[in-house]
């Protein structure tokens, strides 16, 4: 057959609680008629917690495979990713992706990222990810007939990632990583009659690059 791929956001909340305290009732002499009487309305200062959101797309790709298991193979596709910022500097992420070559496969993904490098245009970032890949081929051989190939993966995918800010709510960002795919189960059927098992000569491995547009909101 031939060769395969990938893997696969919080959301923090906070509350707000309010204490009221009793008003104070003071007593004294009337103010004289002749002097201004100044009023102030106490002023409360209520801070405003911003909670940051983007969402992202654009072009995936990788080069990835095993020497067991029948070299290395490049995939191309698109993906979509949703952040969420739970710190100045971090933010919680979950991602898919979709990508084919000879055969096709899906990628689930969750991380976390940690800018460490950050101006008014360009900021750096490093991030982890564990998620789930599922991959499916189908073909029609002469001898053999119908044959169905299913794998599924667990996946750990780290990046870089640097970008460039277009605008406050907008940035263009390219990345570079490298991923490990773990088989966790492979199933293969010939004319309905089937197989399954997993094996580590099946695990994966390789570099990933993507190039996108991401907008806060």
């Known amino acids: 057959?031939?060769?395969?791929?990938?893997?696969?956001?919080?959301?923090?909340?906070?509350?707000?609680?309010?204490?009221?305290?009793?008003?104070?009732?003071?007593?004294?002499n009337p103010a004289p008629?002749?002097?201004?009487?100044?009023?102030?309305?106490?002023y409360y200062a209520q801070e405003n917690l911003i909670s940051q959101y983007s969402l992202?797309?654009?072009?995936?790709?990788?080069?990835?495979?095993?020497?067991?298991?029948?070299?290395t193979e490049s995939f191309d596709g698109l993906f979509i990713n949703g952040e969420y910022q739970s710190h100045p500097t971090t933010s919680l992420w979950a991602e898919?992706?979709?990508?084919?070559?000879?055969?096709?496969?899906?990628?689930?993904?969750?991380?976390?990222?940690?800018?460490?490098?950050?101006?008014?245009q360009f900021y750096s970032a490093i991030s982890i990810g564990l998620g789930m890949s599922w991959v499916d081929e189908s073909e029609t051989d002469a001898d053999l007939?119908?044959?169905?190939?299913?794998?599924?993966?667990?996946?750990?995918?780290?990046?870089?990632e640097v970008g460039y800010k277009i605008a406050p709510e907008a940035d263009l960002f390219g990345s570079f990583g490298y991923q490990w795919m773990f088989n966790?189960?492979?199933?293969?059927?010939?004319?309905?009659a089937c197989v399954s098992g997993k094996s580590d000569?099946?695990?994966?491995?390789?570099?990933?690059?993507q190039f996108g547009f991401r907008y806060y909101f």
């Not at 791929?5 to 004294?28: D, K, R």
């Open 145 to 160: 007939g119908r044959v169905d190939l299913e794998l599924d993966y667990f996946t750990i995918p780290v990046a870089l």
């Open 184 to 192: 966790r189960d492979a199933k293969i059927c010939m004319n309905g």
């Open 56 to 71: 992202a797309f654009g072009y995936a790709g990788s080069k990835i495979g095993s020497d067991s298991f029948l070299g």
């Open 96 to 120: 898919y992706k979709f990508q084919s070559s000879d055969i096709d496969y899906n990628q689930v993904t969750i991380g976390v990222k940690n800018k460490f490098l950050e101006n008014d």
């Open 33 to 42: 008629k002749d002097k201004a009487v100044i009023t102030t309305t106490p």
């Open 201 to 209: 000569d099946l695990d994966l491995n390789g570099v990933t690059y």
């Open 1 to 28: 057959m031939k060769k395969l791929l990938f893997i696969g956001l919080m959301i923090g909340a906070s509350s707000v609680a309010e204490a009221n305290t009793p008003l104070a009732i003071q007593y004294g």
